[in-house]
């Protein structure tokens, strides 16, 4: 009987001890904020050694500065993992997922979810696993371009947007409604600019034309709604020709679909659909073989 009251004590007395711990400064009447994944909601505990070693950086944590650096081959011969591959920053989003660890990447389900930047992963309801396939593809090649920011800015509001599949007239659309994208990874755009310039947009540049729109939605509601009611004789509306003029030019031009001194279109309606190889070519799928008529029989 006499363990439990023992280990009652030992807890008593190494409570102090472990939050006297994690103020360092307290002695000096200074309380610094500890990060941590919960922010301060639960307990959590950490090797108090002020030198820390970050890849080939030993950074001193109680002076606030870099110690010394190692020299460039000393990660070669032996890598300690568990130092030099740690986090050095709080999951932004650890609070909004408690059930999940911020360190597992795609809800430990790489085969359903896609995670570009490691933040939100919103799919519409019954998208399919070659949807969040095909999407994740969309954004690596929009982020290897330098074309993703819309998509990364759109990760970062405050507000949930979703992203489904839908075959509509445009290839895309967005939704302000209910804050949702609707896309075809394998549908793609035909324009002709006013010089005749024929062009193939991409279904990455078709998603990237409805983030723009979810967007400016995003920052500037009020701005959006003028413009989206205020029309035009080329464009249909002035936020139609405000992302056609601007972020369709930007993205065809890094993705080489347009060339230099060129633009897309020069009109909402100067574009005709047609199917794709995928979700970043601009290859036109091959036709499905007709099928050979029944004969009918006498």
């Given amino acids: 009987m006499r363990h439990p009251y023992l280990l009652a004590l ?19 009447g ?21 030198l820390r070693r970050i890849g080939s950086v030993v950074y001193d ?12 081959d000393s990660l070669l011969g032996r890598l300690e993992s568990d130092v030099s591959a740690r986090f050095v920053t709080v999951d932004p989003l650890a609070e ?14 790489a085969l359903l979810y896609s995670d570009p930047d490691g933040r939100k992963v919103v799919f519409a ?8 396939r095909e ?24 507000e949930t947007y979703t992203v489904g599949f839908g075959q509509i007239a445009e290839g895309a659309g967005f939704s302000y409604k209910d804050r949702t994208i609707t896309w075809d990874p394998r549908t793609g755009t035909t324009t002709t600019d006013a010089e005749g310039n024929k062009h193939k947009l991409s279904p990455s540049n078709l998603l990237n034309h409805e983030a723009d729109h979810a967007n400016q939605y995003d920052k500037n509601p009020e701005q959006y709604q003028k413009d ?16 056609i003029t601007g972020s369709e030019q930007d993205t065809a031009h890094k993705l080489g679909e347009v060339p230099a001194g060129q633009v897309t279109r020069n009109s909402h309606d100067g574009g005709t659909l047609y199917p794709t190889t995928g979700p970043t070519s601009t290859k036109p799928a091959p036709a499905e073989p007709a099928k050979p008529k029944e004969e009918r029989k006498p």
């Fill in 125 to 132: 309801q019954g998208a399919t696993a070659q949807f969040k």
């Fill in 61 to 72: 944590t109680r002076l606030g500065r870099v110690a010394y650096l190692l020299p460039p």
């Fill in 10 to 28: 030992l807890l008593a007395l190494g409570w102090p001890l472990a939050a006297r711990a994690q103020q360092p400064f307290e002695s000096l």
């Fill in 30 to 50: 200074v309380k610094v904020e500890i990060l941590s994944l919960t922010h301060g909601r639960f307990p959590e505990y950490f090797d108090n050694d002020s």
């Fill in 96 to 109: 909004e997922d408690a059930h999940i660890s911020p360190y597992a990447f795609c809800r430990n389900n």
């Fill in 228 to 243: 989206r009611n205020t029309k035009d004789d080329d464009y249909q509306n002035k936020e139609e020709k405000r992302v």
């Fill in 135 to 158: 999407f994740a593809a969309a954004v690596k090649y929009l982020n290897a371009h330098g074309a993703g920011g819309m998509l990364a800015n759109l990760q970062k509001s405050k």
